[in-house]
């Protein structure tokens, strides 16, 4: 089955500098990939995604990269803000097998310092 | 994001005792996930359901965990005789109004005393 690796697992940068969090998974099956932010006791909230027919997503200050034949894909957040502090899972499915099971990442713990 | 309901929010139970986590995804959507997220970890696939059918159950606990969707009425996730391992955050998902983005409700907090 899938099996999906993050890294890291905590990162603090300062406050207008970017970060980037990091995924790899192992089924070259998958083919949909997204991003879930989730503030302290709060429910995990969908960001980004990307499919696997494009390379790049970009959304205002977020983007993610996709690299299908090194079976990895980025979070790129840019001029960060103390807001955007919060765990984040990216995540990796077939979704051409019909059962949209997720199989989540471990977790980035992202500290922006004001 | 209001549509997908769970319930109780927050439930504290004693060891031995049985819980009920309830799920009332959007109207017309037939599916539901349930994960676990232990404290300071990961979301953990549980099973997925569709109305009245497990489709997938291979993350749950072979014992004292099972899972419903009834025609009628919420997705359940009961946890008999709790442990105090069993406590973590449960949140249902479905399909939300984009792709094949997942939308979470706002989660179930057990805490088993």
């Known amino acids: 089955g899938e099996n999906v690796e993050q890294h890291p697992s905590t990162l603090s940068v300062q406050e207008g500098d970017s970060a980037v969090i990091k995924c790899t998974y192992s089924d070259s099956a998958s083919n949909y990939f997204p991003w879930y932010k989730q503030e302290l006791g709060k429910r995990p909230q969908l960001i980004i995604d990307?499919?696997?027919?494009?390379g790049e997503k970009k959304d205002q200050r977020i983007a993610v990269t996709l690299n299908k034949t090194a079976k990895h894909f980025s979070l790129h957040i840019t001029e960060t803000q103390p807001e955007d502090s919060a765990v984040y899972f990216c995540a990796a499915i077939d979704a051409t097998s019909g059962t949209y099971k997720y199989i989540f990442g471990t977790g980035t713990r992202l500290k922006v310092l004001a | 994001n209001a549509g997908v309901m769970q319930n109780p929010r927050h439930l504290v139970r004693r060891r031995g005792q049985e819980a009920r986590l309830r799920c009332s995804p959007m109207k017309g959507h037939s599916h539901v996930y349930w994960y676990r997220q232990l404290p300071e970890e990961g979301l953990k696939f549980m099973v997925y359901?569709?109305?009245?059918?497990?489709?997938?159950e291979s993350g749950m606990p072979k014992e004292r965990f099972s899972a419903e969707f009834p025609k009628e009425g919420p997705s359940i996730l009961r946890i008999q005789q709790v442990v105090r391992g069993d406590s973590a955050a449960y949140f249902c998902a479905t399909f939300g109004d984009t792709n094949y983005g997942y939308t979470f409700g706002s989660g179930t907090r057990l805490t088993v005393v």
């Open positions: 359901l569709q109305k009245e059918n497990i489709i997938d």
């Open positions: 990307i499919r696997s027919n494009v």
